[in-house]
């Protein structure tokens, strides 16, 4: 079957964003994300879970590349100056285009 | 002192504590971590619930009322001593303020299991002004932070329901309605759970506890001598205010050393996950280090015996 | 019944259904909720067992030989009705049916700590009366759904292995195996775990149930009203007809309401996890907000009651 | 020794067992596991500890150098022997000796349950003897790995830290200065949850070893019928050199079932997380295969009358 | 050291199919396959663990281009129907071009 | 905004490794990295957390493509015979280049 490509936008943050992020996001149009709990380290220091919500989650969705660039800029302007956050674009192919 | 000093509970986070120093790659998985804080603050509720519906209504109203003023007195001072002697920027100011005013659960665990050890008896509805004293200190943080940062509106409706809705007040009160709705008959069969085993899960929680707290040692270099100062001197001052509140809205003794050690207390839950979204431009760690790093483990270690003195002091006069 | 809405296990419930409802974000941690699904199964075979090592044998017989029945009439029945009056698919049917046809072993705790309560005996084998329930009805729902939908063979193989060695069923087994072959004695060690926690920990699995069941009712819309109407009449008539049975295998008052409430019970752990997999075309909102949403809170707060009184109407006449 | 089959404890390895050879989807959540493993370790020193606040000093000493020189000499023995008879590479020789030279903490738990169900006495410091059994092996065996590998320097700083550190040890040492410093009195608040439940939860915990367990059987075939004779008769043989050594330290019957026990057991835990970074050319299959398919299973099973048996042997000359 | 181009297939889906992935992928042929536990939100709604069995996993397995499709071409015929399944192809660079 | 390239390393490893490949990767100079715990299946067999220690992570990191190969290179000559490892690149596209 013929393959489309997307654009899988990444985003690592702080647990206390995932409620904000996913509303954006959904505002924003996504067809839908996927979450995962892990942990890390980077410019704000290392981040393990120390205290009920110093947790790092990793949300990933799969869009057109226009949403993708529109979701980092967003990204950018709205929470890169006051969280631990990091957020990336790469290229992904998926059956039923039509569904993402 | 020295004798609290040997008591299992405070035993236990000197060794979690000792655990994190030493960098001991002792850790509790993080749900059980989760699994304990909900079990003691249910069992909190339940117990403080039990215990009120042997009481009478009413009684609760003077002290409520005292335990409300401490909350919008509190942190108003806290910012003003921030601000002014400290020098911090207002966001960061005000979160800690916010920290200040409310209070930790755990830390009136130990208090609670302090006076039961001494035998010392203390008004039945305690746990009311637990539940009481966390709530409108965090709002007065918010409040102080967006007066004075983002003259815009503030979203109250969402912040509102993520602090009375939110886990650890939803947990207290939950416990609070069916240990009063239910009765000591009714709760008899649940009691093997919630009572007998409450002080060893709260020995077990301290350990971990204590390795979160040295964690946040790390942190206190980055916050400077003044924080360090602050996070003892400021419990010592609220727990002066509470006494006087304790003492004069009529608290036994046990009470008021209760409510001194609540308003003492620095909350390390609610209030850092209000304050990351309310106030994003507050730095973390200080409040962090602050609260959990040196407030906390003063009170444990030190804190409650003297709250404990001062409220023999004044009730010497008073009572 | 008023009387039972104040037993701290379905207050428990009430404010996990309340949080749920007022979207706090209480949530029990995954692991601490598969664990108490452990230790609550474990337990209740166990308890099971080690009644059962001091009970006659063969007096099981005919009970169990009418759970049987009672397992493959109850899927038959829901099938039926589902197709009929409730114009459902035939995977929607059969899945549906065989989640009617199991139980749910949470709510065969609550009857027992509910009888408990009353003082009310029952026969010591009922544990197993629970285990010989859970299974044929899914395997009679997988059988309806693939008769009249796959033509091609059935795996059974699998699904058998599925059903008997899944969690539930195995940790049941285990637990009356263990409390069996120990006896009396040699569980009492063991015993302030599992018997003096027992109640204490259900009340807690039931705040999470609540929560977990107030999530499945928003869901209900979808159902749309006569799976609502199914979820609270099904139940009824299974548990008229478990009291039937219960009064002709010659069981107990006690014994006679365990079994109703049984038969009025639906599963919603082993059932929706066989479906998912042996009737892929059955949709899981639907089987989930019916067993879940509806007949797990109706068994809770109100069905339970109704099943002692249903026992009691018939044992006056046939005791 | 049929009798100890019986034992709920022991029932609950042969039901995890076979949930495993059966290959039910039963499995304990991960955090559940490790929380199980952090209260069993912590009550295990916690109860040594209260029993040493009880106990003269000193007399621990003879018993402590008994432990140490069979920490010592268990493992060079194990190393020969597979070197020698199993022609095993020297990395696996090497790692496989340092897991029989340490110990299991749950195998000594099992011992202890089985001694107080029997009316045994002990001495009141084995706990310390434990604690002293788990370190040496570990160092020693990988001295061996890397002086026979490695002729470079061995990095010995963070190897100590890992193994004085690691968790169970802390857990072990932690509980035990708790107890201590506490004594009995004080600690009699947080009895009911570290000494009423220890049973239970060892019972819980040794259902889920016994599913883990299943799973390293799995591996016998690759590691050989000479490790599995060895996973057999070493323990026999440390057994009986741990009753030579209770007996010629002044051990009691009970205290010297206890250290031969602790000879015969072979670690799980703190050896194979040192030897995959220490000793990473062993491979892993063929040692979590011996200590944990083989030599932990036999001890539980059979090992610890047989060990009781020793005992009694001896003492009847030697007492 | 020289890289090999491989592709990365990500599987996500109810974790009711994980075993059921994991048999077929074996069939298909793969050399091993990485699960992590996620949630997530798409057209089949909200997953979030209500219910003991309704998880979500992300299955990740590193194969060559024409298993990669393969992979792809059995899930859409065998499971995007009846599941809440998504997956899709992405480019990596392995050593080690034997391993995978 | 401009986007930017960079290499995504990902590394799934036996969890008894993690602190030391944290250790190596901050030596070699990444900016920061995320963790997940993940279980999977290889050539040397399942590997389910049978044993406390026996889980597998997912380590990933973004950095530049010289450093990328660099790390691939030292984790080849350092684990790869001994450990349960499997590392591989990918490219995503990043703002804030000076972050990584
Ligand atoms: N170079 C990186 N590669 C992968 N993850 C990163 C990197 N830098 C930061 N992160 C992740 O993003 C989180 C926030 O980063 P930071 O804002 O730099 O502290 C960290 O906790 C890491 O989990
Ligand atoms: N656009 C997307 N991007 C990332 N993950 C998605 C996307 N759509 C669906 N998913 C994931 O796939 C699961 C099943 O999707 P669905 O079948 O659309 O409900 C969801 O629970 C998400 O975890
Ligand atoms: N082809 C593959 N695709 C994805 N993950 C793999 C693959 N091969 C191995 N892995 C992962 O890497 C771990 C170690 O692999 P191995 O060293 O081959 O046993 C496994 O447990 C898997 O989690
Ligand atoms: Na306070
Ligand atoms: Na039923
Ligand atoms: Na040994």
């Known amino acids: 079957m013929p393959l489309t490509q997307r654009k899988l936008v990444t985003i690592i943050a702080e647990s206390a964003l995932e409620s904000l992020l996913v509303r954006d996001l959904k505002r924003l149009g996504v067809s839908g994300y996927t979450v995962a709990d892990v942990r890390g380290e980077g410019a704000r220091g290392k981040r393990k879970g120390d205290w009920d919500q110093n947790r790092t989650i990793c949300l990933t969705s799969i869009c057109q590349s226009p949403l993708a660039h529109a979701i980092l800029d967003h990204l950018a302007a709205t929470y890169f100056e006051d969280y631990a956050i990091v957020a990336y674009l790469s290229d992904v192919d998926v059956h039923r285009a039509n569904k993402f | ?319």
């Open chain 2, 1 to 319: 002192m020295f004798d609290n000093l040997l008591d299992p509970v405070v035993l236990c986070f000197v060794v979690g504590l000792t655990a994190g120093l030493l960098k001991s790659d002792l850790r509790f998985p993080d749900q059980l971590y989760e699994s304990l804080s909900i079990y003691l603050l249910f069992a909190i509720g339940l117990k403080g619930g039990i215990e009120l519906s042997k009481a009478a209504p009413g009684e609760v109203f003077l002290p409520a009322l005292a335990t409300v003023a401490l909350g919008v007195i509190i942190p108003i001072a806290a910012y003003n001593l921030l601000r002014r002697l400290g020098r911090f920027s207002r966001p960061d100011a005000a979160a800690l303020a916010a920290h200040y005013g409310s209070v930790s659960a755990v830390t009136y665990a130990v208090v609670i299991a302090y006076l039961t050890r001494l035998g010392q008896s203390y008004e039945s509805f305690v746990t009311v002004l637990l539940v009481v004293l966390e709530i409108p200190a965090i709002a007065i943080g918010i409040l102080i932070a967006r007066m004075r940062t983002t003259p815009g509106g503030i979203k109250w409706g969402p912040l509102l329901h993520e602090v009375f809705l939110g886990k650890s007040i939803y947990l207290l009160v939950a416990g609070l309605l069916v240990g009063l709705l239910s009765g000591a008959d009714r709760a008899e069969a649940v009691a093997p759970l919630f009572t007998g085993l409450f002080k060893g899960a709260l020995a077990l929680f301290l350990l971990e506890m204590g390795i979160i707290t040295s964690r946040r040692m790390g942190d206190l270099r980055q916050a400077g001598p003044f924080l360090v100062i602050f996070g003892m001197a400021m419990p010592l001052l609220s727990g002066a205010l509470g006494t006087l509140a304790g003492l004069l809205s009529g608290l036994s003794l046990g009470g008021t050393t209760v409510l001194a050690t609540l308003a003492g207390s620095a909350s390390y839950i609610a209030a850092p996950a209000a304050m990351r979204i309310a106030v994003p431009k507050a730095n973390p760690t200080l409040y962090l280090a602050a609260s959990l790093g040196i407030t906390f483990p003063f009170n444990i270690l030190a804190g409650i015996p003297i709250y404990h003195a001062m409220a023999r002091f004044a009730h010497s006069f008073g009572g």
